[in-house]
């Protein structure tokens, strides 16, 4: 039953469950972890990487992208562009999934949380300051060095003979902890289209209790902001050989 495509989505819904579950942990009403800050967040969603991607790996894809914008970039990188469109229809599928199953997970806490925002925040992401041209280039930013540094770690130079067994899922969810830590107050680093759209597809779907707006207004950034940054690290990998 195993396959590619299928390794995508599985990985993908694993990172949607453990990383928008600790988003809604810390924002939502009479959770134990209410309240407990961005490093938790940060350090949760670098563990939910880590944890997609082993999934992906063991459901059948080798290369665990998770991650249209990653797809795009080794895509442009490579040449190969075979795997982009079916990779990226699994990835939001199995974000959209990862959604729902986090929306029933917290089920009790949504009606006690007031703030429709907070809602919202637990799905998908949204500017600090809302600017959608200094946002989209905070979106390039990230998703370029999330790109450009993976592919780096795990290039011949740096690991002539690959990673020890295992390791690649830790390195991974290493690069996405230092991007959230550093630059994701800006925008949130959704750094992932499908992470970003497939949860908020949800949210615009359910019968969440008291949930607002999905903003369909500021969607755009996080879907468009990295593909660009992605595309940009994968002509530099491509000019690099790696």
């Not at 453990?18 to 942990?25: K, N, P, S, T």
């Not at 290369?63 to 990226?88: E, M, Q, R, V």
């Not at 992401?125 to 390039?140: D, H, K, M, V």
């Not at 759209?197 to 949930?211: E, F, S, Y």
């Amino acid at each position: 039953m195993t396959s590619p495509a299928f390794g995508e989505f599985i990985g993908t819904m694993v990172l949607i469950v453990l990383g928008d579950g600790v988003v809604a942990g810390v924002l939502l009403k009479r959770s134990k972890a209410e309240a407990s800050g961005w490093m938790v967040i940060a350090t949760g969603w670098a563990f939910a990487v880590v944890g997609g991607v082993f999934a992906a790996i063991a459901c059948g894809s080798k290369d665990a992208l998770i991650n249209p914008a990653f797809t795009l970039g080794i895509a442009i990188s490579s040449g190969d562009y075979s795997n982009f469109l079916p990779f990226a229809g699994a990835q939001l599928a199995g974000a959209f999934v990862g959604a729902v199953l986090v929306w029933v997970h917290y089920l009790p806490h949504w009606k006690e949380t007031p703030d429709a925002s907070a809602k919202l925040a637990v799905f998908c992401t949204g500017p600090a300051i809302r600017s959608f041209g200094a946002n989209l280039i905070s979106e390039i930013i990230g998703t370029f060095f999330l790109v450009f540094v993976t592919a780096a770690m795990f290039s011949k130079t740096v690991l002539k003979d690959g990673p020890a067994a295992g390791l690649g899922p830790y390195l991974a969810g290493v690069v996405v902890w230092a991007i959230g830590l550093s630059l994701g107050g800006t925008t949130g680093y959704a750094i992932n289209p499908a992470r970003d759209l497939g949860p908020r597809i949800a949210h615009a779907v359910l019968p969440i209790a008291g949930k607002g707006s999905s903003d369909w207004e500021y969607a755009g950034i996080p879907v468009v902001g990295p593909l660009i940054g992605a595309s940009l690290a994968g002509l530099l990998l491509h000019a690099l050989h790696f």
